[in-house]
């Protein structure tokens, strides 16, 4: 069994930051992409940050220049330092690993349940 929990997400003023986490557990051999996506009410998931194994990193262009992705390979874990946060950045981010798990034949896509970012004044 695997498991990813997000944590970090609440509300913060237009202009602040915020930093979400999210930690994989269980029978896990090797843990390749980590992402960010996110959804906001009425819209579709989109992906906002995504890191290899390697540590190469990509972006959504709305989000380039005020969000960064970074992991700790160590502990399994995925972080994303979220600065300058807009309204618009409001929406259920979600943490999304591609990974495989001990015993598994192939790489399987994991996600978490979501933790709200609301961006209010």
């Known amino acids: 069994q695997v498991q990813l929990v997000e944590s970090g997400g609440g509300l913060v003023q237009p202009g602040g930051s915020l930093r979400l986490s999210c930690a994989a557990s269980?029978?896990?051999?090797?843990?390749?992409?980590m992402a960010w996506y996110r959804q906001a009410p009425g819209k579709e998931r989109e992906s906002v940050a995504t890191?290899?194994?390697?540590?190469?990193?990509s972006y959504a262009d709305s989000v380039k220049g005020r969000f960064t992705i970074s992991r700790d390979n160590a502990k399994n874990t995925v972080y994303l330092q979220m600065d300058s946060l807009r309204p618009e950045d409001t929406a259920v981010y979600y943490c999304?690993?591609?990974?495989?798990?001990?015993?598994?034949?192939?790489?399987?896509?994991?996600w978490g349940r979501g933790t709200q970012v609301i961006v209010s004044s």
């Open positions: 999304y690993s591609n990974l495989m798990r001990r015993g598994g034949l192939v790489r399987q896509n994991y």
């Open positions: 269980g029978s896990i051999v090797t843990i390749y992409t």
């Open positions: 890191i290899t194994n390697g540590g190469t990193t």
